[in-house]
Each structure stands twice: as structure tokens, then as C-alpha cells.
Nanobody, 124 residues
């Protein structure tokens, strides 16, 4: 059974950093595109980053970021740990949200597999 479990959320001050983890089980994490989404109270879900699968064409690129996090967040994958990470630096209060990881054959979605989410709160 394909499962995703997020961890690493918490409370951090503005300007601080957190690293989120998305541990996959039931499949090899590099055989799917893995995306990070976030949803703040009263707001819609936002895709913030995606890393393509190992089968993606070179022309598809390798990683994607929303404009709101570009230059501050970095997505990466550790195949030995079967885990995808989201390194979040220079955090802002507007980054506060529940963060979810999701899996799909391609970064275009529609993402059939989701984790349970991890809360990130940026506040002084």
C-alpha cells in the first residue's frame, strides 16, 4: 500500500528555518513525482514545490517552485531513505500553514496519494 508520512513541522520565528520530511512506503520514492502543498486557514491549497520522478524527460526539468517560495525553499530526495525533503529558509509569517506531500507520476498531477500533513507556524 502506497503511503506518505510528513514530519518536521513546528513553531519557528520569522527568518528561521525548518526541514520537512516526506517518508514514502510501499513504493520507491524516485518512481513518482513528489510535490509539497500547503493550506492556511481560510485559504485555498497552494502547490509550493515538486520534484520529478527518475523517469521524467530531461526537457521536463527536475524541480519546480512557486514564486512565493522560490529562492527560500529547496526540495530534495534521498533514495536511500526513501524520503523527500523540503528545506525552508527565511521563513515568513505568511508561510504558516499545514504542509502536505503528495505523489503522482508527474508534477502536473492530479495527485492521487497524500500524506496527513504537518503544521508549520511562523511567529514571534
Amino acid at each position: 500500500q502506497l503511503q506518505l508520512v510528513e514530519s518536521g513541522g513546528g513553531l519557528v520565528q520569522p527568518g528561521g528555518s525548518l526541514r520537512l520530511s516526506c517518508k514514502a512506503s510501499g513504493f520507491a520514492v524516485d518512481t513518482y513525482a513528489i510535490a509539497w502543498f500547503r493550506q492556511a486557514p481560510g485559504k485555498g491549497r497552494e502547490e509550493v514545490s515538486c520534484i520529478v520522478s527518475r523517469d521524467a524527460r530531461a526537457s521536463d526539468g527536475s524541480t519546480f517552485y512557486s514564486d512565493s517560495v522560490k529562492g527560500r525553499f529547496t526540495i530534495s530526495r534521498d533514495n536511500a531513505k526513501n524520503t523527500v525533503f523540503l528545506q525552508m529558509n527565511s521563513l515568513k509569517p505568511e508561510d504558516s500553514a499545514v504542509y502536505y506531500c503528495a505523489a503522482d507520476p508527474a508534477c502536473s498531477g492530479p495527485y492521487d496519494y497524500w500524506g496527513q500533513g504537518t503544521q508549520v507556524t511562523v511567529s514571534s
